[in-house]
């Protein structure tokens, strides 16, 4: 029987059974096959449908028993009514993983509330884990699983380090440009209904999971706060925890329970349990995809000060506010530093720098950031840096060469790309990511995102050395 913490059938099977309609249209079981076989999924793919005798090549089954293979993982897609049976019928066919992606269970009515209840006695019963009802279900970018219904296309993710987790499946694969945005994924994973499979168990999955470095969390409600913040204190020694956990009014609280049959709860108890875990609380859908950025590619500073680097004064000014606000300290250079800076221009001796000016005047403007940049970075008296840069064709290049000096002196980087034209700035965003940086298209974001990173750092340094304030 699959214990609680071992969801690998989830995330990495041999052999995968997908039940529902084959006609060749989105959000059906042929979306789910299509997608498998477009990302490349490593596994078999047995269809099942006593309509169909053949789906995109593949030979369609009319009924589980006709597979003599073993079966790993189900993925239904059928009538909700008709999805007790099914499971039943899998777990006799021996197989301890389903997840169930259609709707209609108790986020929908009191009868689906029976019938949802049904499957969380199935698998009581049976030892069949389920992830859903109401559920796209998880992405697994190390053999390229994807359960989602709905087609694809081109939005295969870039394979990373961050394990998202989301109750809702607008936070997931299904929904979200990953591809465009170059977001370093290693899993994915949509709760649905959270009848059987929850967060308490994907934390625990995800804690000894080598591909994650760092584990996003969308939450409406948590199912058992007592393991729940067992599980958190386990993991976030070796793993920061982020959550974004929207219902904090009366009316969100209540939209949530509408939408997946969660009870919400006091938002307070939530705010302080979590600063009890160490869990670091995020406040927005944007950062609940950017922030977890900074930890899968940069090293965790060994404090809160930030240098900031920018060719515009003003982006300089707004960083100083939003570095504060994000629980950061703008340093002034030591005097080394500050001797080194002036030999370029006086004008640079100040955090911010603002490398605007000199830019102007050289033969080579963007090549100021690479004597600047790893001048500022080996202060003392910095930990971590933020560097503005408008996106153009050039700045891909001089960051090749400027990576070497940053991975040298570990300390963590992020970069706000900004400039006129969108397709340059998502361009070279994409370029810097790929060169291991931390790159973002909103200036407060790649802030925040360093703000956390210390944060966790902090909270880390505590847990490992009682009484570190």
Known sequence: MMSHSDLSRFFEPEAVAVFGSMQSRSGTAYGVIKNMLDFGFSGKIYPVNPSSTEVLDLNVYSNIDEIAANIDLAIIIISPTAVPEVVQQCAQKGIRAAIVISEGFAEASEEGGGLQSQLVDISRRNGIRILGPNTLGVLNTSNYLVTGPYLLGYNKPVRGSIGYCAQSGLLTFGTHPVRDRAYPISKVCDFGNKSDVNEVDLLDYLADDPDTKVIAMHLEDIKDGRRFMEAAARVIPRKPVLIFKPGRNEVSARAAASHTGALAGNDQVYEDAFKQTG???????????????????????????????TATGGAGVILIDEAVRAGLVVPEFKAETKSKLAELSPRLVNNPVDVGPVMVVADEPFSVYEEVVPAVLADENVDCAVIVIH??????????????????????????????????????????????????????????ALGVAAAYSRINSGLRNPGYA
């Open 279 to 309: 869990i670091i609380r995020l406040s927005s859908w944007q950062e609940f995809w950017e922030v977890p950025r900074v930890f899968a590619s940069q090293p965790l500073p060994r404090g809160n000060r930030v240098a900031i680097v």
């Open 391 to 448: 996106g153009g064709p050039h700045v891909a290049s001089v960051f090749r060469r400027l990576t070497h000096h940053i991975s040298r002196i570990s300390k963590p980087v992020t970069v706000f790309c900004y400039g006129i034209n969108l397709a340059e700035m998502e361009e070279t965003s994409r370029q810097l990511e790929g060169l291991g940086l931390a790159t973002y298209l909103d200036l407060e974001t790649a802030v925040r």
